[in-house]
Structure formats: structure tokens, C-alpha cells
Nanobody, 121 residues
Framework: QVHLAESGGGSVQSGGSLRLSCVGS????????MGWFRQAPGKEREEVAH???????VYEESAKGRFAISRDNAKGTLYLQMSSLKPEDSGTYYC???????????????WGPGTQVTVSS
């Protein structure tokens, strides 16, 4: 069992930056694949990026070059550094943990309650 809690959301203007954090507790989630997802009002939840336990990283296309995912296993924390934010980046951001990476795997994994990000133009 893994418990996750996100923080760091807020309101910024277009072009601004935010750093999201996700603290995990419970099982040793250093062995888990960790991901960031977001959901905008009226839209389906989409993956932003994930990082495997071996450090392999995959970004969704719109996040490439602007976002950076990282993890500090010693602190049990996952991060998402977001720069050059756009209004379309707005939404609720969730972190998730799964024994393996993959969309289907994450669906049945562990999820935090989310943190809101609002980017104004």
C-alpha cells in the first residue's frame, strides 16, 4: 500500500513556473514507476510524464522541453518542475505509483488526491 500526497499547485501567469511535489508513504515506492497526470475540466485525465525505478523518463509531447520529472527516493518524493507554463496546462495534477509503467498499470495503481494548477493568460 502506498499513500501519496501532492503539493505545490497554485495560480501563475502564462510563462511562469511551478514545482509540484508528491510525497509517498507506506511501501518502499523506490521500486515503483511514478507518474504525473493532469485533468482539465471536461477532459479526460492524461499522462504528463513518468519515471521508472531505473530512472527511465518518458514525457507527453506537450511537456517535452518545458517540464522535468525527477524523484528522490531517499526522501520518498516525486517532483515535477514546470516552466513556460501555458493556459492549456491548467488542471488538477495527480501523482500515481504503479509496480510497472504503462497506462493500464497506472489505472490500477495508487493515486494522490491532486493539486490544482491554474495558468492565466
Amino acid at each position: 500500500q502506498v499513500h501519496l500526497a501532492e503539493s505545490g499547485g497554485g495560480s501563475v501567469q502564462s510563462g511562469g513556473s511551478l514545482r509540484l511535489s508528491c510525497v509517498g508513504s507506506g511501501d518502499d515506492y523506490s521500486t515503483y514507476c511514478m507518474g504525473w497526470f493532469r485533468q482539465a475540466p471536461g477532459k479526460e485525465r492524461e499522462e504528463v510524464a513518468h519515471i521508472d525505478d531505473d530512472g527511465t523518463i518518458v514525457y507527453e509531447e506537450s511537456a517535452k522541453g518545458r517540464f522535468a520529472i525527477s524523484r528522490d527516493n531517499a526522501k520518498g518524493t516525486l517532483y515535477l518542475q514546470m516552466s513556460s507554463l501555458k493556459p492549456e496546462d491548467s488542471g488538477t495534477y495527480y501523482c500515481a505509483a504503479s509496480p510497472v509503467c504503462g497506462t493500464v498499470a497506472f489505472r490500477s495503481g495508487y493515486w494522490g488526491p491532486g493539486t490544482q494548477v491554474t495558468v492565466s493568460s
